[in-house]
């Protein structure tokens, strides 16, 4: 069998066929064969030669968007924002990405699996902590944020939401799933990082109202 010399095309074939299909039938209506069909001629001994399953194809392409429309990056260097209005701002990038918010909500259900529960949580620890801890030090200098708790809260940040809020490690209702959203802003602000204003919290019950029932339990 010849090799593949373009390994990274291939990648992003299936990821590109994987979204499209995500987004047109959802995730749990798509199978790798429907991925395969719509890749001319490559295997689904190809894809899985690349993935080891649709979960990880899911997680793949979920990483890959927020790479390609990564809200932190696009606040960065704007120079008429101080850092808390940064912060505020790249919440509300994110949540404008209706692509990427309807595969996290997606995904939801997919943190029942512990490989990819434990992979999310060390990537967000990686990608995700050092975004907030510069806007969060960039606060402290700027005089929007007064916390010393700059690392603490960057670090904490991610662990929360995307291990606290997950119903598959600790369920909870929607509506309890929203009052840690509450809980979480009453923190922050306590600690010198009043994030959540009303637009915050707007955004967060446009969040909520978006998941199915079903996937936080009643």
Known sequence: MARNKYPEETVERILDAA????????????????????????????????????????????????????PFEAVRSRTDLNALQKLREAIRLNQADASRT?????????????????EMIDANRRILTPYYYQLLEEGNRDGSLHTDYARE?????????????????????????????????????????????????RLVDDFFDRIPDGVYPN
């Not at 309807?102 to 434990?118: G, Y």
């Not at 929360?160 to 979480?184: D, I, Y």
């Not at 990082?193 to 637009?199: A, G, S, T």
């Open 19 to 70: 979204q499209r299909l995500f987004l047109e039938k959802g995730y749990e209506n798509t199978t790798i064969q429907d991925i395969v069909d719509q890749l001319g001629g490559m295997t689904k001994g190809a894809v899985y030669h690349h993935f080891k399953s649709k979960e990880e194809i899911m997680d793949a392409v979920g990483d890959r968007m927020f790479e390609q429309n990564n």
């Open 102 to 118: 309807e595969l996290t909500v997606q995904a939801i259900p997919l943190t029942h699996n512990p490989r990819l529960l434990v």
């Open 153 to 201: 809260i960057s670090e904490l940040l991610p662990l929360l939401t995307s291990l606290w809020l997950l119903p598959a490690v600790f369920p909870s209702t929607k509506e309890e799933a929203r009052h840690k959203f509450l809980f979480l802003g009453d923190m922050l602000e306590k600690m010198g990082v009043p994030l959540f204003d009303d637009e915050t919290r």
